[in-house]
């Protein structure tokens, strides 16, 4: 395997920060070409003077000003601003892009690093439900590769090696079910973000978190299946499974089912994008069945967690209907943080949101960002009326 080089979007979040100690291990497998990020400026120094990428982006003006200067005379190039980070995932130095963004922001990098013939390694699920079709169009239209990131669509990717002759029946996705599991609406009326961000297994960001804590992660990653895998919203299933350890299944056509298992590690999954199709040695801990004797199963519960029923919903209905989903999601997770709704009003924003903006079938990139600007204008003029109240 050549050394491959590789271009990093949101190099100081979780993802990107376990991205690049898996390359850390490898030397001789893989460099760093570029590093993005947002306010983190202290981080990304670092990772920029051990790594030695060419070129940095920053999204914060602020951040890009001390990164700027922390690193001059480096030999590193420093840019900032949306313009620049789709400008560098073009460039001929990179083989891989790895997008770890959140939220719709990587979408149009991610198109611009697809058009430029770069193999993409997604952790950002938003992509894909936000403009599902257009980006699956443009991989085959590229012959690019598309390799997930995240722990459950890897563990289906790697379920399905070797079986390209096999359709499939269907796919089970696994859910920890999140700090809520088992509680009812009235239990949830009161939540607060402190004990939505306490995750039981992850550690990942505080969006990804309160994903989690609704279920709408989940959901988001139904939609982001139907693209990875070409299925219908009746091919996905979603199971609570508690101890996150049975990362996902596929079931075929002969009832067989495979799963993927290890313990809760995205090193992991984001190993196996980077190394696609070779596996290579680690010395990451081990799963022990003798430590989970008893593995559990539960059914998802979509009438206390709507936001699941919801993407489901958003899903069957396609056109702009996911992208509407996701961006009123940003916002509304973005008021819980900030202490501007309740954790069961964010479902019903989403919800009125949907049914506020007009659908619409067939659309182009610039369609899907109207539809992403104009759901975050209605999800935020509906926090800001019942604020009111």
Known sequence: MSKRKLAILGSTGSVGTQTLEVVELYPDHFSITVLTAGKNADLLIQQALKFKPSAIVVSDKSAY????????????????????????????????????????????????????????????????????????????????????????HSAIFQCLAGEEENPIEKIILTASGGPFRGMSKNDLVSVTKVEALKHPNWSMGAKITIDS??????????????????????????????????????????????AQMGLPDMKLPIQYALTYPKRFKNDFPRFNFLDYPTLTFEQSDMEVFKNLKLAYQALEAGGNAPCVLNGANEIVVEAFLNDQVGFLEMSDIIEETLCQVKSQKTLSLEDYLQYDLESRTVARSLIDRNNKK
């Open 65 to 152: 000003e001390k990164v700027k200067d922390a690193l001059e005379g480096k030999g590193i190039e420093v840019n900032f601003g949306e313009e620049a980070l789709i400008d560098v995932v073009q460039r001929d130095d990179i083989d891989i892009v790895l997008t770890a963004v959140v939220g719709a922001v990587g979408l149009k990098p991610t198109v611009a690093a697809i058009e430029a013939g770069k193999d993409i390694a997604l952790a950002n699920k938003e992509t894909l439900v936000v403009a599902g079709e257009l980006i699956t169009n443009l991989i085959e239209k590229n012959n690019v590769k598309l390799l997930p990131v995240d722990s459950e």
């Open 213 to 258: 804590a609704s279920l709408m992660n989940k959901g988001l990653e139904v939609i982001e299946a139907k693209w990875l895998f070409g299925l219908e919203a009746d091919q996905v299933d979603v199971i609570i499974h508690r101890q996150s350890i049975v990362h996902s299944l596929v079931q075929f056509e002969d009832g067989s089912l495979k």
